[in-house]
């Protein structure tokens, strides 16, 4: 998804794959290499006794390795219904070495490639059929019904950025809660054939949550931004809906202040100026 990090991190995370590949009987299979944030994640196919897999480890400073973001994937992995099409976790390790904490996760591996490989974005339209959009809503719909009590977004956050950020006075409370993927973007749905990739940051977020972020990151595209709002209408064309995208309007531009996403910023407000 990213580019290869500074070489000292790319040398240490392509060193501690190759080490827990072996603890899990796994062996790589070729030369890809899939990178996340900062080299913050590092994955590739793999080759096990029980057939094709793919190998994704993730690393964090050891005083912050575990917690929420480590255990979205296994949590995932027990509480999410069949609807919701994603990669199966079929085992995991974790470890600590010097300063580092270490988390490696097997997966199926999924050969159908994501509609995105460099960035959440969307930059061109994408070639999806009514199964893949239908597919894409029930799932939403089975995932906002699974009970948790993992957070995704938190109502304290809202209430000082959502007036910082939208710069107009604004109702920050929740109107509806439910579950959510957390980071629906293109990056992490596949096509033709939906998978929903990525379950580190699942939990409650504001009801349409999903289907508004997933939107925001169409902008660019504004014929497929339309047809999310077409295909997702029954979440996004409600009271709850707008909030939500408010909500995702908020954490986007925060990220435009840190100097990412600069090319959404008049997008996303011309967006608001259409919401407020």
């Known amino acids: 998804m990213y580019s290869e990090p500074e070489p000292k991190t790319a040398e240490r995370m392509r060193e501690a794959h190759a080490t827990v590949a072996t603890m899990l009987g796994a062996t790589a299979n070729g030369s890809h290499e899939s990178w996340g944030w900062r080299g913050r994640t590092l994955s590739r196919p793999v080759t096990t006794a029980s057939g094709e897999g793919w190998l994704r480890l993730v690393s964090a400073p050891a005083e912050k390795a575990g917690g929420k973001l480590?255990?979205?994937?296994?949590?995932?992995?027990r509480l999410m219904p069949p609807a919701v099409p994603r990669a199966r976790l079929r085992g995991r390790h974790t470890w600590t070495e010097d300063q580092h904490g270490y988390l490696a996760e097997l997966y199926d591996r999924i050969t159908v490639p994501a509609i995105t490989t460099h960035e959440p974005t969307l930059r061109k339209a994408p070639d999806l059929d009514d199964a893949?959009?239908?597919?894409?809503?029930?799932?939403?719909?089975?995932?906002?019904?699974?009970?948790?009590?993992?957070?995704?977004?938190?109502?304290?956050?809202?209430?000082?950025?959502?007036?910082?950020?939208?710069g107009t006075p604004v109702d920050t409370k929740v109107?509806?809660?439910?579950?959510?993927?957390?980071d629906l973007h293109w990056a992490n749905l596949t096509g033709p054939t939906l998978t929903i990739l990525d379950w580190e940051g699942w939990g409650t977020a504001p009801a349409g949550y999903d289907a508004a972020l997933l939107h925001s990151y169409s902008l660019l595209v504004p014929d497929t931004a339309t047809e999310v709002r077409q295909r997702l209408g029954h979440i996004l064309d409600t009271p709850v809906g707008r909030f939500a995208e408010l909500v995702v309007i908020t954490e986007l531009l925060q990220t435009v202040s840190r100097g990412d996403n600069l090319d959404l910023n008049g997008p996303l407000r011309a967006r608001l100026s259409e919401l407020t």
């Open 175 to 182: 109107p509806a809660w439910t579950t959510a993927h957390g």
């Open 70 to 77: 480590w255990e979205g994937p296994q949590e995932a992995e």
């Open 132 to 166: 893949w959009w239908n597919g894409l809503s029930t799932a939403l719909d089975a995932i906002a019904a699974v009970p948790s009590n993992r957070v995704a977004v938190r109502q304290e956050y809202l209430d000082r950025a959502m007036p910082e950020f939208l």
